[in-house]
Nanobody, 127 residues
Framework: QVQLVESGGGLVQAGGSLRLSCAGS????????MGWFRQAPGKEREFVSG????????RYADSVKGRFTISRDNARNTVFLRMNSLKPEDTAVYYC????????????????????WGQGTQVTVTS
């Protein structure tokens, strides 16, 4: 059974940076596309960013393009989300997810396409 554990969340002022990490275990990490989603209070969970098997394919929500960078280290079974120029509207619980897609070129943005989820890490951005 694949397990995902997020870390790196916290409280930061607007304009600051954070790096989230997601450590995976229990599966062949390099065979999963990985995604980051977030959910703010009273809102639906939304796609933030995703990365394909090898890390060469990435995808971002328009709201974070140019500010967030996703990467992965398959040798360490870890995926990262570097968040720069944070805004109060980035405040949410951030979730890591794994997609057992059969294509190395696929990065999906729908939460129901993802098979495994972490518990989430809180990110709070103050103005």
């Amino acid at each position: 059974q694949v397990q995902l554990v997020e870390s790196g969340g916290g409280l930061v002022q607007a304009g600051g940076s954070l790096r989230l990490s997601c450590a995976g275990s229990g599966g062949t990490f390099s065979g999963f596309a990985m995604g980051w989603f977030r959910q703010a209070p009273g809102k639906e969970r939304e796609f933030v960013s995703g990365i394909g098997w090898s890390g060469t394919i990435t995808r971002y929500a328009d709201s974070v393009k140019g500010r967030f960078t996703i990467s992965r280290d398959n040798a360490r079974n870890t995926v990262f989300l570097r968040m720069n120029s944070l805004k109060p509207e980035d405040t949410a619980v951030y979730y890591c997810a794994a997609d057992r897609t059969t294509s190395r070129l696929t990065v999906r943005s729908t939460s129901s396409d993802y098979d495994y989820w972490g518990q989430g890490t809180q990110v709070t951005v103050t103005s």
